[in-house]
């Protein structure tokens, strides 16, 4: 059985930095695309970063210049290094990953979200 856990999520002030991490286990063969989203009360959830298996990035534009996605790929991980932390960025982030196990076909799998809040 194939699972994705977050961990990092916190209490942040304005301004301030954090890293999330998520990491696949299970009988897994090869994982492709994994990136990170995130959702507020209301609202949809919203793509925040991807990294492709060849380190290809893609970044919502709200969070360009100040969020970095990154991989590594040894340890099935994924990171989100987040930066100039603003009130807006208040979300559970949820981590995504495309991926083919031993004995089944691929699937998107997700975790099972992680809060970060920004707040003085």
């Known amino acids: 059985q194939v699972q994705l856990v977050e961990s990092g999520g916190g209490l942040v002030q304005p301004g301030g930095s954090l890293t999330l991490s998520c990491v696949a286990s299970?009988?897994?063969?090869?994982?492709?695309?994994m990136g990170w989203y995130r959702q507020t009360p209301g609202k949809q959830r919203e793509l925040v970063a991807t990294?492709?298996?060849?380190?290809?990035?893609n970044y919502a534009d709200s969070v360009k210049g100040r969020f970095t996605i990154s991989r590594d790929y040894a340890m099935n991980t994924v990171y989100l290094q987040m930066n100039s932390l603003k009130p807006e960025d208040t979300a559970v982030y949820y981590c995504?990953?495309?991926?083919?196990?031993?004995?089944?076909?691929?699937?998107?799998?997700w975790g099972q979200g992680t809060q970060v809040t920004v707040s003085s």
């Open positions: 995504n990953a495309n991926i083919i196990p031993l004995r089944t076909g691929g699937n998107w799998y």
């Open positions: 299970g009988s897994i063969f090869r994982i492709g695309t």
């Open positions: 990294i492709t298996s060849d380190a290809t990035t």
